[in-house]
């Protein structure tokens, strides 16, 4: 304090504008001399509060990014990195699943980036959904049939016993979508048909069964577009290890039959 006092009555002393008026005096005075230690050690109980401020609120954030950097990487394992700016999915994903407060799950796939969908699937069944994303084996690959539930056979629609529909293409696609409550396909998004964004009702799936989710890339004969994409889905009482090619097998309403 001494120092700081000696440092603090040289500046008095270069600063006065008053020359007859002598600042030494602050020096044989004791009461003064108690003023301006007292006014100096108040600055220096400012300056030592701002400094524990200052390192608090450094820990804080220091604690903040940890808190974030952690949440990211347990997050990323899941696929998605959630953003403040992306509202929960991040373009660059494999996949997005995020569960509603009705129950439903929202699913967002970029297939040209889906290498594998264990960890998709791991993600629905963690959000309680009952169904998987399988990918059709390479052709040669898989002779296993895939059993469907033929409750729930959608693969061929008798219009002999629903003429109204064979004349109103609306009602026709709504009649096809009341078949399959369980899955509720949005409109496609992204480039091409690389992305599939597509709602899951859970509590739609028959009890005891599975859905099972697939896609497939179609080309018309004679087209010179892109494949497109079609996105099957299939209730099924066990997921199967594989899935035969579409070169491999055929639809039935029985499931999914090796040639």
Not at 31 to 48: C, F, K, N, Y
């Amino acid at each position: 304090m001494t120092t700081t006092l000696d440092s603090a009555l040289s500046r008095l002393r270069n600063a006065d504008p008053a020359a007859a008026t002598p600042v030494d005096a602050l020096e044989t005075d004791p009461h003064a001399r108690v003023l301006l230690t007292q006014i100096l050690g108040s600055a220096d109980d400012r300056s030592l509060a701002q400094s524990k401020r200052t390192r608090r609120r450094r820990i804080r954030r220091l604690a903040l990014a940890g808190a974030l950097a952690a949440a990211m990487a347990v997050t990323a394992l899941a696929g998605v990195i959630p953003m403040p700016w992306s509202h929960g999915q991040m373009s660059s994903a494999a996949y997005a699943v995020t569960r509603n407060a009705d129950g439903t799950v929202d699913v967002t796939v970029r297939w040209n980036q889906l290498h594998n969908p264990d960890a998709l699937n791991a993600r629905l069944r963690g959000a309680g959904v009952r169904a998987a994303v399988l990918l059709y084996s390479a052709p040669g690959q898989c002779r296993t049939p895939v059993a469907s539930d033929p409750a729930y056979s959608t693969s061929h629609v008798d219009m002999r016993q629903h003429p109204e529909l064979a004349n109103d293409p609306h009602a026709l696609a709504a009649y096809l979508r009341s078949l399959t409550p369980w899955i509720e396909h949005a409109q496609q998004s992204g480039k091409g048909d690389d992305v599939s964004v597509f709602t899951i009702h859970p509590d739609a799936i028959p009890g005891g069964d599975q859905l099972l989710i697939l896609p497939r890339w179609d080309r018309t004969q004679g087209a010179t577009t892109d494949d497109t994409l079609e996105l099957r889905s299939l209730i099924v009482p066990v997921l199967p290890q594989c899935v035969p090619s579409p070169e491999d097998s055929i639809l039935t309403r029985n499931g999914i039959e090796p040639r």
